[in-house]
């Protein structure tokens, strides 16, 4: 699909606030109201742009989290295939690198998440997983790294979030017949529960639509305390996310860029700094799965 400028700056805002109003959106772009709705809604049809509500995962239980290199006897794309299955992977890619599938894990707690690696472990094709576990994330495009601070959710906010991750731009009045409730209770408790941090309302998008094609994955090993470089790390405008990790590496994360060349002069800066002793990478060649609306499957 062939976006022009205009289309690009109303996916960028979307990315940052996926419910903002049509009007707000038109004034931000320089479109008439109907203009912005009618590109907006093209993006949406053609499949390269979703707008969903992507929930806290403590608000979920969701309380580990992995990233898993798995290496492959034969083709990769059928393992792929068989893991994207799985409920507890939100992400699943083909890659050019040693491990030919990187995925992650999102699991209500650490019982839960060592029975879904064995069972990726026991898949036919699987030659090898090594997982990385995440203890902290730094950068994330989609999620809230704060804890939320709405303690109690009902059965209403429940249904809510659920209609959010299916339709982010959902409307007011369609939102509260589903959930049903008045138009104006419906807007507080939505307002409520995006501004306390338990569901962010963001556009997903294919890398390419952006032109930020190339999307290369990274592992660190570090010598030396790991909070300082971490940090310098996640303010790079080509490192669209990053987690502390255990594991092979303390640091995992993604460069997204628009020329390999990009790629590789961001890891060069990487490899220059003095406390990383070695930089692993690999590229992804083809996103397999990318839903973050995994409540249901551990409600």
């Known amino acids: 699909m062939d976006l022009d400028h205009t289309d690009l700056a109303i996916v960028r805002e979307l990315q940052t606030d996926g419910r903002l ?17 009618m590109r907006v809604q093209r993006l949406l049809d053609s499949g390269a742009v979703r707008v969903v509500a992507i929930v806290h995962p403590a608000v979920r239980g969701l309380t580990a989290t992995a990233h898993l290199a798995i290496g492959t006897r034969g083709e ?8 994207a299955a799985m409920p507890q992977a939100p992400f699943v890619t083909l890659t050019g ?84 409730l008045s138009a104006g209770a419906t807007r507080a408790r939505t307002l409520r529960l995006l501004e306390g941090g338990v569901a962010k309302v963001v556009a997903l998008v294919r890398p390419d639509v952006l032109g930020i094609g190339f999307l290369c994955g990274f592992a660190v090993r ?7 470089v971490a940090a310098r790390l996640a303010s790079w405008e080509r490192v669209s996310y990053l987690s502390t990790c255990i594991g092979r590496a303390e640091l995992v994360g993604t460069i997204s860029a628009g020329s390999l060349g990009s790629v ?29 609306d995994l409540g249901a499957a551990h409600s």
């Open 21 to 37: 109003t049509y009007e707000t959106l038109a004034q931000r772009v320089g479109l008439s109201r109907p203009a912005t709705r």
């Open 76 to 83: 990769a794309a059928p393992v792929a295939r068989e893991i």
């Open 97 to 180: 690198g040693q491990r030919p599938v990187m995925a992650e894990l999102r699991t209500a707690g650490f019982s839960e998440l060592d029975r879904a690696i064995e069972r990726i472990r026991s898949l036919p094709g699987v030659r090898s997983v090594d997982p990385l576990i995440t203890t902290r994330h730094l950068k994330d495009p989609y999620l809230l790294t704060d804890e939320p601070a709405v303690d109690h959710l009902d059965d209403v906010d429940e249904k809510i979030l659920d209609e959010l991750e299916r339709d982010g731009r959902l409307p007011f009045a369609e939102l509260a017949e589903r959930a049903g």
């Open 222 to 228: 570090l010598q030396g305390p790991t909070d300082d």
């Open 264 to 292: 590789l002069a961001t890891l060069e800066e990487m490899r220059a700094c003095a406390e990383v002793r070695e930089v692993e990478s690999w590229l992804h060649l083809e996103l397999v799965k990318e839903r973050y």
